[in-house]
């Protein structure tokens, strides 16, 4: 198997520091921050270790080439854009850390509260000032004002656990290092045993996907396959998310219904869900068909899945089999 070494990688991160530890709201007079405000920033710039990354292909039907031919332009595998989000995934590692993933798949943790800030987005739905949606998401509020949430955090998104109260977790997003007070109900704690070896990253703007495995120091890359991804087509379909996600659960078969009904429309196979409905699947099948279709000829083309991230079947399957739910990470960026 031919190895390709990529070259080093330097980034900046990003870190901001907020205070507070209760669960009453403080009502001394000061005004809440801004949401969009960093207090304070210290950049570091603290990464001169070498990122290698090297193909070692588990799963190697369907390959796509580093740079390949589309239509009359050419896609590619944006490797600067991975290196950045590896460094970035072992510099939060350096440090022991608890991690949680914040949680409210088809609002079974209860519908959250009203934002400060809100209005209706294209779906006619309730979103925050970020274009957060009401519908599965997590209320965030500020560590000095726990009656009203500021914004709404998405499903399956990982952060930084810090400390317990009665009825609040405070956390930090792994992004900027701002902090939340977010009800418990909301918020799963994974073990400290974890360490984040394995990532799925999905690019949007070329509809491909690649899997990589830590091993020792290196990163391997395991496949390298096209992907489909979400439409914006309100009211029913959805782009997928950028941002970075944990794989919560997997189902065999993952059954949709014909949009704007309850009459089942099929099957997705081997769908690992890692945020709201968004699913890494394969190839649909309607019904009434039962029998599984390997590949479409619309994968790596244009978006047009209902924010999930369609793939051949067989790739699909090889992520089920080898990404462990509270263990994979799954970066969409574009």
Request: with cysteine.
């Given at each position: ?153 998405r499903d399956g ?142 994968l790596g083309t ?33």
């Amino acid at each position: 198997m031919k190895k390709t070494a990529i070259l080093p990688v330097f980034c900046l991160i990003l870190l901001s520091f907020c205070t507070g530890k209760t669960d009453k709201p403080i009502t001394d007079g000061q005004p809440a921050p801004d949401s969009a405000t960093v207090e304070v920033t210290e950049i570091i710039d603290t990464v001169p270790k070498e990122i290698i990354i090297e193909k070692e292909l588990l799963y190697d039907q369907h390959t796509l080439e580093d740079t390949y031919p589309y239509k009359d332009t050419t896609r590619e595998f944006q490797w600067e854009k991975i290196k950045e989000r590896l460094t970035w995934l072992e510099s939060i590692q350096k440090e022991p850390a608890t991690w949680s993933i914040l949680q409210n798949y088809r609002n079974k943790n209860g519908e959250a509260p009203l934002v400060k800030n809100y209005h209706r987005d294209s779906y006619r739905r309730i979103a925050d000032s970020l274009g957060v949606e009401r519908f599965q998401g997590i209320p965030l509020y500020l560590t000095t004002d726990t009656t009203v949430p500021e914004l709404y955090g998405r499903d399956g998104a990982l952060v930084k656990h810090l400390e317990d109260y009665t009825n609040f977790t405070r956390v930090a997003s792994v992004h900027t290092g701002k902090e939340w007070m977010i009800p418990k109900k909301y918020i799963q704690t994974i073990p400290d045993t974890i360490v984040f070896k394995k990532a799925v990253f999905v690019d949007t703007r070329n509809q491909n996907i690649t899997t990589l495995e830590q091993e020792g120091d290196k990163w391997l890359v395991r496949s390298m396959n096209p992907a489909t991804t979400g439409l914006h087509r309100p009211p029913y379909a959805q782009e997928t998310p950028p941002g970075v996600y944990i794989i919560q659960e997997k189902k065999p078969r993952m059954i949709y219904l014909v949009d704007g009904t309850t009459e089942t429309g099929g099957f997705a196979p081997y769908a690992s869900r890692f945020t709201n409905g968004g699913y890494i699947h394969g190839v649909p099948v309607n019904a009434p068909r039962k029998s599984l279709i390997e590949y479409s000829s619309t994968l790596g083309t244009t978006p047009r899945s209902h924010m999930c991230v369609r793939n051949a079947t067989s790739h699909a399957k090889f992520i089920y089999d080898w990404a462990p739910v509270y263990e994979t990470l799954v970066f969409v960026f574009d």
